[in-house]
């Protein structure tokens, strides 16, 4: 009597399951792995026939991975939370048109009317840096008039003047002197505007800055203060 031949099982080593069709094919008809998975026997999960239907295995979990999440999300909407119904809109600024700050007392010395133009056609105008070294430039008769006239700078001979404040110093005086308060708005200021913007001809001397709130400044630009409080 013949011997029967066993039957095909999962454990054999010739054949594999399919992970997307399931059936017990053989190893013929799965793509041998590479790297370090690889071996003799050691195949792709998916059938060749399955790759050509519908891709890889990997793209058929990630598929069925979205369905099943598709399914088992919840069709409540979420809540809407009516965070700007409740802000209160920001309160509109008041500006209005101040009286200029006093100048400082007039320093000692002679007129602007006395400066003349050197034989090189200029002014000479020194001073000192925020850490005390002295610099020296050259500015034409109009710039050192007004600086002498608003109280910026003084004058040392006919042809050369000398500037009051450093940087630090000139902004420390302004805040000081106006209370930290914007000319402006009357709120908390911390910044320095020019009332005649440098663009339109304005310099930085006590007579022609006042203190101003950020927002005030950047509003304001290079437009004169009759434009921005009429704004």
Known sequence: MA????????????????VQCGELKPLSHFLRRTGRRSGKTSRRG???ACRKRGGSASEAGLELSGAAFAVSKPSVPMPEYPFAADESPAPVKIRIKRPMPAPPPKPEGPDASVLRLTRSGFIRMRGKTDKGRGWLQETDLETAVTLVREHAAVVVNPHTIRRLYSNKKFRRYILTRDRYT?????EYGDTIDHILPRAKGGHTTPVNCVCACNECNQSKADRSIDEFIGD
């Open 182 to 186: 914007c000319h402006f708005c009357g």
């Open 46 to 48: 998916t059938c060749r």
């Open 3 to 18: 011997a029967q031949e066993p039957a095909l099982d999962d454990t054999s080593t010739n054949h594999k399951h399919c």
